[in-house]
Protein backbone atom coordinates (compact mmCIF):
# COMPACT_ATOMS: atom_id res chain seq x y z
CA UNK A 1 0.00 0.00 0.00
CA UNK A 2 1.28 3.58 -0.61
CA UNK A 3 1.09 5.85 1.84
CA UNK A 4 -0.54 8.15 2.77
CA UNK A 5 -4.17 7.52 1.48
CA UNK A 6 -6.04 11.27 0.36
CA UNK A 7 -9.39 10.93 3.35
CA UNK A 8 -12.84 12.59 3.40
CA UNK A 9 -15.08 12.28 6.15
CA UNK A 10 -18.75 13.05 5.85
CA UNK A 11 -20.13 13.42 9.07
CA UNK A 12 -23.12 15.73 10.87
CA UNK A 13 -22.73 15.17 14.40
CA UNK A 14 -19.89 18.15 15.05
CA UNK A 15 -18.43 16.41 18.02
CA UNK A 16 -18.18 12.71 16.23
CA UNK A 17 -16.54 14.70 13.02
CA UNK A 18 -14.24 16.94 15.11
CA UNK A 19 -13.44 13.22 16.48
CA UNK A 20 -12.84 11.11 13.84
CA UNK A 21 -10.89 14.39 12.21
CA UNK A 22 -8.47 15.06 15.03
CA UNK A 23 -7.65 11.10 15.67
CA UNK A 24 -7.79 9.78 11.30
CA UNK A 25 -5.60 12.82 10.45
CA UNK A 26 -3.26 12.41 13.14
CA UNK A 27 -2.29 8.81 11.29
CA UNK A 28 0.68 8.96 9.10
CA UNK A 29 -1.58 6.60 6.74
CA UNK A 30 -4.02 9.18 6.19
CA UNK A 31 -3.91 12.54 4.52
CA UNK A 32 -7.29 13.92 5.54
CA UNK A 33 -8.17 16.44 2.01
CA UNK A 34 -11.96 17.21 2.94
CA UNK A 35 -14.31 17.00 5.75
CA UNK A 36 -18.19 17.74 5.40
CA UNK A 37 -21.27 18.15 7.32
CA UNK A 38 -23.24 16.88 4.72
CA UNK A 39 -23.28 14.57 1.28
CA UNK A 40 -24.44 17.92 -0.77
CA UNK A 41 -21.30 19.91 1.43
CA UNK A 42 -19.37 17.13 0.36
CA UNK A 43 -19.84 17.22 -3.19
CA UNK A 44 -19.66 21.52 -3.16
CA UNK A 45 -16.66 21.43 -1.25
CA UNK A 46 -14.80 18.33 -3.52
CA UNK A 47 -13.41 20.63 -6.53
CA UNK A 48 -11.46 22.54 -3.99
CA UNK A 49 -9.72 19.35 -2.53
CA UNK A 50 -5.82 19.41 -3.00
CA UNK A 51 -6.30 15.72 -4.48
CA UNK A 52 -9.50 13.12 -5.14
CA UNK A 53 -10.51 11.48 -1.98
CA UNK A 54 -9.71 7.59 -2.21
CA UNK A 55 -11.04 6.62 1.29
CA UNK A 56 -14.25 8.16 2.81
CA UNK A 57 -15.62 7.54 5.74
CA UNK A 58 -19.17 8.75 5.45
CA UNK A 59 -22.33 8.66 7.92
CA UNK A 60 -25.94 7.50 7.03
CA UNK A 61 -28.18 9.58 8.69
CA UNK A 62 -28.00 12.76 7.59
CA UNK A 63 -29.49 16.18 6.88
CA UNK A 64 -30.61 16.25 3.14
CA UNK A 65 -29.37 13.00 1.28
CA UNK A 66 -28.80 10.30 3.60
CA UNK A 67 -25.24 9.02 3.15
CA UNK A 68 -27.03 5.89 1.12
CA UNK A 69 -28.88 8.00 -1.17
CA UNK A 70 -25.32 10.27 -1.55
CA UNK A 71 -23.15 7.36 -2.93
CA UNK A 72 -24.22 7.33 -6.35
CA UNK A 73 -23.60 10.64 -6.56
CA UNK A 74 -20.41 10.59 -5.21
CA UNK A 75 -19.59 7.52 -7.11
CA UNK A 76 -20.06 9.26 -10.22
CA UNK A 77 -17.25 11.95 -9.13
CA UNK A 78 -15.05 9.29 -7.57
CA UNK A 79 -15.51 6.07 -9.49
CA UNK A 80 -12.10 4.70 -8.02
CA UNK A 81 -12.96 5.75 -4.59
CA UNK A 82 -13.77 3.39 -1.87
CA UNK A 83 -16.62 4.07 0.65
CA UNK A 84 -17.28 3.02 3.97
CA UNK A 85 -20.29 4.07 5.86
CA UNK A 86 -20.91 4.34 9.36
CA UNK A 87 -24.34 4.22 11.62
CA UNK A 88 -26.08 3.36 14.32
CA UNK A 89 -27.89 1.05 12.92
CA UNK A 90 -26.97 -2.56 12.52
CA UNK A 91 -29.90 -4.35 10.93
CA UNK A 92 -29.47 -6.40 7.08
CA UNK A 93 -32.07 -4.23 5.05
CA UNK A 94 -29.86 -0.94 5.74
CA UNK A 95 -26.26 -2.97 5.58
CA UNK A 96 -27.74 -4.72 2.04
CA UNK A 97 -29.13 -1.23 0.47
CA UNK A 98 -25.04 0.55 1.44
CA UNK A 99 -23.60 -2.74 -0.36
CA UNK A 100 -25.98 -2.23 -3.34
CA UNK A 101 -25.40 1.19 -3.46
CA UNK A 102 -21.82 0.82 -3.68
CA UNK A 103 -20.14 1.05 -0.30
CA UNK A 104 -17.34 -1.17 0.25
CA UNK A 105 -17.77 -1.44 3.92
CA UNK A 106 -20.09 -0.97 6.83
CA UNK A 107 -19.13 -0.03 10.26
CA UNK A 108 -21.03 0.71 13.56
CA UNK A 109 -20.02 4.00 15.38
CA UNK A 110 -18.97 2.29 18.37
CA UNK A 111 -16.57 1.13 16.35
CA UNK A 112 -13.29 2.01 18.37
CA UNK A 113 -11.18 4.70 16.69
CA UNK A 114 -7.93 2.39 16.72
CA UNK A 115 -10.21 -0.32 14.50
CA UNK A 116 -11.53 1.84 12.36
CA UNK A 117 -8.39 3.01 11.27
CA UNK A 118 -7.55 -0.46 10.75
CA UNK A 119 -10.80 -1.10 8.95
CA UNK A 120 -10.01 2.00 6.47
CA UNK A 121 -6.66 0.61 5.15
CA UNK A 122 -8.19 -2.53 4.91
CA UNK A 123 -10.89 -1.05 2.64
CA UNK A 124 -8.12 1.22 0.90
CA UNK A 125 -6.59 -2.76 0.15
CA UNK A 126 -9.68 -3.83 -1.56
CA UNK A 127 -11.35 -5.54 1.73
CA UNK A 128 -15.02 -4.84 2.53
CA UNK A 129 -14.59 -4.38 5.97
CA UNK A 130 -17.74 -5.18 8.22
CA UNK A 131 -18.28 -4.59 12.38
CA UNK A 132 -18.89 -7.90 13.92
CA UNK A 133 -22.65 -6.91 14.77
CA UNK A 134 -23.36 -6.22 11.26
CA UNK A 135 -21.83 -9.10 10.34
CA UNK A 136 -23.90 -11.14 12.52
CA UNK A 137 -27.10 -9.86 11.32
CA UNK A 138 -26.30 -10.20 7.56
CA UNK A 139 -25.56 -13.88 8.59
CA UNK A 140 -28.81 -14.28 10.07
CA UNK A 141 -30.56 -12.30 6.73
CA UNK A 142 -28.98 -15.19 4.85
CA UNK A 143 -29.64 -17.84 6.70
CA UNK A 144 -33.30 -17.12 6.93
CA UNK A 145 -33.75 -16.80 3.12
CA UNK A 146 -35.69 -19.56 2.08
CA UNK A 147 -34.49 -21.79 -0.25
CA UNK A 148 -35.92 -23.30 -3.14
CA UNK A 149 -33.04 -26.10 -3.73
CA UNK A 150 -30.68 -27.12 -1.44
CA UNK A 151 -26.92 -25.56 -1.46
CA UNK A 152 -24.62 -27.39 -4.06
CA UNK A 153 -21.31 -26.85 -1.81
CA UNK A 154 -19.56 -28.12 -4.49
CA UNK A 155 -20.00 -25.30 -7.11
CA UNK A 156 -17.63 -22.57 -7.10
CA UNK A 157 -18.36 -19.06 -7.45
CA UNK A 158 -16.78 -18.60 -10.63
CA UNK A 159 -18.90 -21.87 -12.28
CA UNK A 160 -22.08 -20.20 -11.35
CA UNK A 161 -21.51 -17.13 -13.70
CA UNK A 162 -24.22 -15.96 -16.68
CA UNK A 163 -23.80 -17.28 -20.43
CA UNK A 164 -21.60 -14.23 -21.69
CA UNK A 165 -17.69 -15.03 -20.84
CA UNK A 166 -15.35 -14.04 -19.02
CA UNK A 167 -11.80 -14.21 -19.80
CA UNK A 168 -9.64 -16.60 -17.46
CA UNK A 169 -8.08 -13.60 -15.33
CA UNK A 170 -11.75 -12.77 -14.80
CA UNK A 171 -12.42 -15.93 -13.72
CA UNK A 172 -9.52 -16.50 -11.31
CA UNK A 173 -10.21 -13.50 -9.96
CA UNK A 174 -13.43 -13.63 -9.02
CA UNK A 175 -12.34 -16.92 -6.92
CA UNK A 176 -9.82 -15.09 -5.38
CA UNK A 177 -12.68 -13.02 -3.83
CA UNK A 178 -15.20 -15.90 -3.70
CA UNK A 179 -11.30 -17.16 -1.11
CA UNK A 180 -12.03 -14.05 0.70
CA UNK A 181 -9.17 -12.09 -0.66
CA UNK A 182 -8.35 -8.68 -0.87
CA UNK A 183 -7.67 -7.27 -4.16
CA UNK A 184 -4.11 -6.34 -3.12
CA UNK A 185 -3.93 -10.40 -2.10
CA UNK A 186 -5.49 -10.86 -6.05
CA UNK A 187 -2.85 -8.36 -7.42
CA UNK A 188 0.25 -10.34 -5.61
CA UNK A 189 -1.40 -13.86 -6.57
CA UNK A 190 -0.88 -13.14 -10.13
CA UNK A 191 1.58 -10.56 -10.32
CA UNK A 192 -0.77 -7.47 -11.78
CA UNK A 193 -1.31 -4.42 -10.23
CA UNK A 194 -4.34 -3.53 -8.06
CA UNK A 195 -5.52 -0.98 -10.96
CA UNK A 196 -5.61 -4.17 -13.03
CA UNK A 197 -7.24 -6.17 -10.38
CA UNK A 198 -9.83 -2.85 -10.39
CA UNK A 199 -10.33 -2.93 -14.50
CA UNK A 200 -11.15 -6.64 -14.26
CA UNK A 201 -13.19 -6.87 -11.34
CA UNK A 202 -15.35 -3.55 -13.33
CA UNK A 203 -15.69 -5.98 -16.67
CA UNK A 204 -16.89 -8.91 -14.14
CA UNK A 205 -19.78 -6.45 -12.70
CA UNK A 206 -20.48 -5.01 -16.07
CA UNK A 207 -20.89 -8.50 -17.44
CA UNK A 208 -23.10 -9.66 -14.59
CA UNK A 209 -24.81 -6.41 -14.15
CA UNK A 210 -23.93 -5.77 -10.38
CA UNK A 211 -22.37 -2.70 -8.84
CA UNK A 212 -20.53 -4.14 -5.88
CA UNK A 213 -18.47 -7.22 -4.27
CA UNK A 214 -21.77 -7.89 -2.07
CA UNK A 215 -24.01 -7.72 -4.85
CA UNK A 216 -21.60 -10.59 -7.00
CA UNK A 217 -21.64 -12.58 -3.67
CA UNK A 218 -25.37 -12.28 -3.70
CA UNK A 219 -25.63 -13.28 -7.85
CA UNK A 220 -23.95 -16.31 -6.63
CA UNK A 221 -26.03 -17.45 -3.83
CA UNK A 222 -29.08 -16.78 -6.14
CA UNK A 223 -27.89 -18.58 -8.45
CA UNK A 224 -26.98 -21.73 -5.80
CA UNK A 225 -30.70 -21.63 -4.47
CA UNK A 226 -32.41 -22.37 -8.01
Known amino acids: MQFPFALAIIEDQATIRETLHEYLCAQPEFRCVLVAGSIEAFLELLPTAAVPPQLILSDIGLPGLTGTQGLPFILTRLPQAQVLMLSVYADAGRVFE ?4 GAVGYLLK ?3 LAQLKEHLLHAAAGGSP ?3 GVAHYVVQAFAQMPATAPLNS ?3 LADLLPAEPLTNREREIVRGIEGGLSYKLIADRYCISIETVRNHIRAVYRKLQVNSK ?4 AHALKRQRR
Do not use: K
Request: glycine residues 6%; neutral net charge; charged residues 10%.
Open 130 to 132: MSP
Open 154 to 156: GIA
Open 214 to 217: AELM
Open 110 to 112: NTP
Open 98 to 101: ALRA
